[in-house]
């Protein structure tokens, strides 16, 4: 069974991917890399655990402890491309991406969240070898920053080395884009941004400019940061990043998100209940308030001033605290609200609770891994430089790298015959960023960001019909 999958597999293009762990990271991976025809092999010490993956996806699996160097030799640990360890131990996945970089020529990649080993990642990865080391909890704390300096935007995802910024926001009833065709927009509101997608009633479409914006829909628009704020401050939305903050909990992913916000000059308060922890992190940030209490005491919250709190962040190590206090505060604050779920099982009925922004750490590491892995293989066979799924994964925000011999370098919009469903949402031409428009041509050397519902765009010339 298995020399006959890996020869069908061979007639593939993907890449040999071996996945140590079948927790919520190692299986999001797997949902995400199957079915782009790659042969993945995954490795877990829990039989049940193991079947579920193999009886779901057409992947190998080996039961076992993925150190070991029997088991990756099992694995054909020789002939792999990336090897990737996300078990919930930080220590087991370093010492397996040790062993897999000594017997094999793969890129290793490991998940680590201990702040210690993070803080040295650059000599973990080259004493050790390793391609990447990427942290849940940083991950998080970095999306979370960039919605609290943008507290109008549900989420905020980066393009064209963060020179392009592709922001989701709700629109309100009342709002002045509401009952408008976007064709009829004002030009000076449109002029450096481009609405690309619209999220109605759990559905999402690719706009023309005879729709139609309504109140409650969620819309996503592309266009540099600067040009953003003016956008949304011409439309009624707030623009200045948040002056303080209250985050619920003091773990991990509040020291790192923490550590920027002061940075950034935003005040800080950390409510933790652990006597310990309050101590010590009284000690690591003696510019914030640090306060020793429950999280869920609402009494306790509107002593600590909650209610004159711009933004509440949820981050306790329960999704049922978070979840819950969201909804309460929902309803007796104007703060703006953040959300951290760590269960990606039921992403799609979460987000649907208006919880504000809502930020999966297991989702964000899965989704980095997952680019970083499309990124090499299609370093052979595609263009892809960045992929960003959004929308309860409706949507795909790709960039896409036109080369010399792309069908589209030279030709303007107007003369493309687009796929349905795609949008070429902007260009970067050496860190120029164009909102484009009918005249406007793609050149080779330029990224170009599209927007689509269709599942099939791997190459720039792919949007074209």
């Known amino acids: 069974m298995r020399d006959r999958r890996k020869k069908e597999k061979a007639k593939a293009r993907g890449l040999k991917i071996i996945i140590v762990g079948c927790g919520k990271v190692g299986s999001t991976l797997v949902e995400r890399?199957?079915?782009?025809?790659?042969?993945?092999t995954v490795i877990d010490r829990n039989p049940e655990k193991l079947q579920q993956i193999t009886d779901r996806y057409d992947v190998y699996g080996i039961i076992g402890n993925g150190a070991s160097l029997s088991v990756q030799q099992d694995a054909d640990v020789e002939q792999a491309d990336v090897f990737i360890a996300v078990t919930p131990s930080d220590e087991l996945n370093l010492l397996c991406c040790v062993v897999a970089k000594r017997n094999g020529n793969c890129?290793?990649?490991a998940?680590?969240?201990?702040p210690e080993y993070v803080e040295e990642a650059d000599y973990l990865k080259e004493k050790m070898g390793l391609t990447m080391i990427i942290n849940p909890d940083q991950q998080a704390a970095y999306a979370i920053a960039r919605i609290l300096f943008m507290p109008t935007a549900l989420?905020?995802?980066?393009?064209?080395?963060?020179?392009?910024?592709?922001i989701r926001i709700k629109l309100p009833e009342g709002n002045i884009l509401?009952?408008?065709?976007?064709m009829d927009l004002d030009s000076d509101l449109l002029d450096a941004v481009l609405i690309c997608a619209v999220e109605r009633d759990g559905r999402v479409v690719i706009p023309d400019g005879s729709f139609v914006l309504q109140g409650g829909d969620v819309i996503a628009f592309v266009a540099q940061m600067r040009n953003a704020r003016t956008f949304l401050n011409k439309t009624g939305f707030v623009t200045h990043r948040v002056r303080n903050t209250m985050l619920l909990g003091g773990g991990r992913c509040s020291y790192y998100l923490a550590q920027i916000l002061l940075k950034a000059g935003v005040g800080v308060k950390i409510v933790e209940r652990d006597d310990k922890r309050c101590s010590d992190l009284s000690l690591m940030f003696p510019r914030a308030v640090v306060i020793n209490g429950d999280a869920t005491n609402m009494e306790l919250l509107d002593e600590a001033g909650i209610k004159n709190s711009e933004s509440v962040v949820a981050l306790t190590d329960i999704d049922e605290e978070n979840i819950l206090m969201s909804m309460h505060l929902k309803m007796v604050t104007d703060s703006k609200l953040v959300t951290k779920v760590n269960r990606i099982t039921f992403r799609p009925v979460i987000e649907n609770l208006d919880l504000g922004?809502?930020?999966f750490p297991e989702y964000l590491t899965a989704e980095a891994i997952t680019a970083y892995v499309r990124t090499k293989a299609e370093q052979l066979h595609s263009d892809i430089e960045t992929l960003v799924r959004l929308f309860s994964d409706q949507l795909e925000a790709i960039e896409l790298y036109v080369g010399e011999d792309s069908k589209v370098a030279g030709m303007s919009l107007s003369e493309m015959d687009l796929k349905e469903h795609v949008i070429i949402t902007c260009?970067?031409?050496?860190g120029e960023i164009i909102i484009p428009r009918g005249h406007n041509k793609l050149m080779a050397g330029d990224t170009v960001v599209i927007a689509t519902t269709q599942t099939d765009i791997g190459k720039i010339d792919d949007v074209l019909i």
Not at 33 to 40: A, M, P, T, V
Not at 155 to 166: E, N, P, Y
């Open 178 to 182: 509401t009952g408008r065709r976007i």
């Open 427 to 430: 260009i970067n031409r050496g």
């Open 111 to 114: 998940r680590v969240r201990t």
């Open 107 to 109: 890129d290793v990649i």
């Open 33 to 40: 890399l199957s079915g782009d025809e790659h042969d993945i």
């Open 155 to 166: 989420s905020v995802d980066i393009f064209a080395g963060g020179q392009a910024d592709m």
């Open 357 to 359: 922004s809502v930020i």
